[in-house]
């Protein structure tokens, strides 16, 4: 059944996301389940049963007239005529996946050399020349690194560049890797936000000694860290995203990016709140505990968030 599901997808995915259209394609899919349970309830093997209903259904072209959507069909042939899509096959995907998760790392740590390059001047204050030079070298090491990963993804250009589609498999497929990657995402943001709001303690700690100042090297040390973990996660979803955006959002394979697990939010305002609590909460969790060193209590701060969570997801979230 699964196959014909995805032969439906097929047929309809250029088609527009309209109310005509999904009434359409629901009665279509009713019809091919109709079919299939009684050819499966006749002795029909699954295989032959699935041929049987692709065959008898036939195509878009031979059922617009019983649907309804002549016009509809006329138009969007039209429309893909003029405005042609890339299919950006599944093998492409995961190339270009596998690709830019090495690409924003070394990107990611390319920024990280240039954010702590003040560092070794701060420890060789007796000696300038030491210092200088490895300012220098964490500078061209960074900037080499940013440039060098530029050219990394030429050979996927096309998919910023040129109208791009993608199937129903290999949406369900990007989906997948998205969510596994989540958890990651949530705590390289966490991580570098955490390691961003508390670089001043080093500083504070460790101050200036005899040598130079590693507490404020420590400090740009942590901050370069931090932004690492940041731009490296939100990368790599975002390569996700792009990916699964590729479709027109007008048509019926625009909904591909959807989640059914992805929550429906009230606002762009309440998704912002949502995506921001945690990190947020985070950041009061260290702020409070490094302020007050009752670190045998603060941690009652991630209880009473998580309680709050949930009305704070209810609240911004549609039924």
Known sequence: ME???????????ELPNTPEVRNAKTELLQMM??????LISSGMAENAA???????????DELAETLGLSKTVEETRTKTAESPRRLITLDEVKGYLANRSQKVLLKAVGIMFCIISPAPVLLYLKNETIGITLMFLCIALGVGLIVFSGFMD????????ELCRIDMNTASYVKDRKRSFQPVRALCVALGVSLCVICWVPNILIGESDIGIPGTALMFLMIGIGVLLIVYGNS???GFDRILNA????????K???DEQDLKFKSRTAETVVSLYWPTVTCIYLIVSFLTFAWH??????????????AVVVACTEE
């Open 256 to 258: 591909y990016a959807e």
């Open 154 to 161: 030429h050979q996927w250009k096309f998919i910023k560049k």
């Open 50 to 60: 699935v041929g049987t209903i692709i065959s008898e259904f036939g195509n878009l």
């Open 247 to 254: 479709n027109d959002k007008t048509t019926v394979s625009g």
């Open 3 to 13: 196959i014909i599901k995805n032969y439906l997808e097929t047929m309809f995915a």
């Open 236 to 238: 790599v979803e975002a």
């Open 297 to 310: 209590l603060t941690w009652i701060i991630f209880v009473v968030a998580g309680v709050v969570h949930k």
């Open 33 to 38: 389940e109709d079919k299939y349970n009684e």
